[in-house]
């Protein structure tokens, strides 16, 4: 990125830097996900402190400078307020958030990635079972960056599950037969129900009112992120905790 550009981006993360700053990872429309800074963010009544928080919706100016970018103008649009005031829905949007941030590659534009996390978090903040518009989300994510998984056929032999439980792998990227699960280590057990209820799911133009094995189904997309993601997932933790 080079010069100042204008760019409509998500907030997907922040973390402070320096004294009073914010390092922020925001998912635009036009440049992908970037790393920005937000100088002065944390100070009291910072112009850029509201804009700079995690699923902040808004218009940036954004200036290259010799190591990082930094944020110069911002105006926040119409954003995702009723996931501030519903804990539910709100770790469900930041867990969502979590994970586009942790698979999207730096400065690799994807208009079609951009789309489907606005949706999935409107989604997330109005749909009357919110668990479910979690996971419908997450497999939107995975169909948008090439890594759902095969639910009902093995991903090494391609023979069609029929017992229960099943096996499942993120490494091997999804069911995987009794004769070739002893190949993966992380290899574990999941319902024949929550690997049906997924693979319909993944097929729903919006999520359902309802879905059976909802906990188990989270449990299992959790597993998989993880191996997407190499790294730690703590929002995504908390919706785990927030199931048991």
């Known amino acids: 990125m080079s010069g100042e550009v204008s760019l409509t981006g998500l907030v997907l993360r922040r973390w402070d830097q320096g004294e009073s700053d914010r390092r922020l990872s925001v998912l635009t429309r036009e440049k992908g996900r970037i790393l920005v800074t937000a100088k002065g963010a944390r100070k009291s009544g ?6 700079s928080e995690p699923l902040a919706l808004a218009s940036f100016q954004i200036a290259s400078g010799k190591v990082n970018n930094f944020i110069t103008q911002a105006q926040t649009h119409a954003g995702f307020g009723k ?34 996390a606005i949706i999935a978090l409107k ?25 759902l998984p095969n639910w009902l056929s093995c991903s090494s032999s391609g023979k069609k599950m029929n017992e229960d439980p099943a096996w499942l792998s993120p490494t091997a990227g ?17 319902s024949s129900e929550a690997l049906i209820a997924l ?4 097929e729903l133009e919006e999520p359902p009112a309802n879905l059976k094995r909802a906990d188990e189904c989270m449990k299992i997309l959790a597993r998989f992120w993880e191996h997407h993601a190499g790294r730690d997932l703590p929002a995504t933790k908390a919706v785990l905790q927030s199931l048991t």
């Open 46 to 51: 910072s112009r850029l402190a509201s804009c």
């Open 199 to 202: 693979s319909k799911l993944a």
């Open 123 to 147: 989604t997330i903040e109005t749909a009357s079972n919110p668990l479910a518009a979690s996971l419908w989300s997450q497999l939107m994510l995975m169909k948008v960056e090439g890594t």
């Open 174 to 190: 999804g069911y995987l037969s009794p004769g070739v699960a002893d190949d993966y280590v992380d290899r574990f057990l999941g």
């Open 83 to 116: 996931l501030r005031s519903d804990y539910d829905r709100l770790i469900l949007g930041l867990s969502f958030a979590e994970l586009v941030s942790a698979v999207a590659p730096l400065e690799h534009p994807n208009p079609d990635l951009f789309d489907t």
